[in-house]
């Protein structure tokens, strides 16, 4: 098991930036895959982003091309989504979550990843 701590939300003018960070601990980072998604009120929980063990290879929904980049730092076992360009349908609950096994094709899929964090609130005014 590996444990996740989110940072970075807050509340940020449409058009605007933030960064969220995701500190991992636990286990060896650089073995996992890890995801961003994300819960507005009233809605399911859905796949923002994702990104390999080694960084090479990231995915991210149509809602957010163009706007977010995941990356990661396997050297301070931390992940990254840079969110630019933000509006307010942005705005929800973003969480972290890291699997040791995605299946190829699979990593929007919130049932590939074993290992969440606790949540940061991103809140987009317009």
């Known amino acids: 098991q590996v444990q996740l701590v989110e940072s970075g939300g807050g509340l940020v003018q449409a058009g605007g930036s933030l960064r969220l960070s995701c500190a991992a601990s636990?286990?060896?980072?650089?073995?996992?895959?890890m995801a961003w998604f994300r819960q507005a009120p009233g809605k399911e929980r859905e796949f923002v982003a994702a990104?390999?063990?080694?960084?090479?290879?990231?995915y991210d929904t149509n809602s957010v091309k163009g706007r977010f980049t995941i990356s990661r730092d396997n050297a301070k076992n931390t992940v990254y989504l840079q969110m630019n360009s933000l509006k307010p349908e942005d705005t929800a609950v973003y969480y972290c979550?890291?699997?040791?096994?995605?299946?190829?094709?699979?990593?929007?899929?919130?049932?590939?990843?074993?290992?969440w964090g606790q949540g940061t609130q991103v809140t987009v005014s317009s």
């Open positions: 979550a890291a699997s040791s096994a995605v299946v190829p094709g699979a990593w929007f899929q919130a049932r590939q990843y074993a290992d």
């Open positions: 636990g286990r060896t980072f650089s073995n996992y895959a």
């Open positions: 990104i390999s063990w080694s960084g090479v290879n990231t």
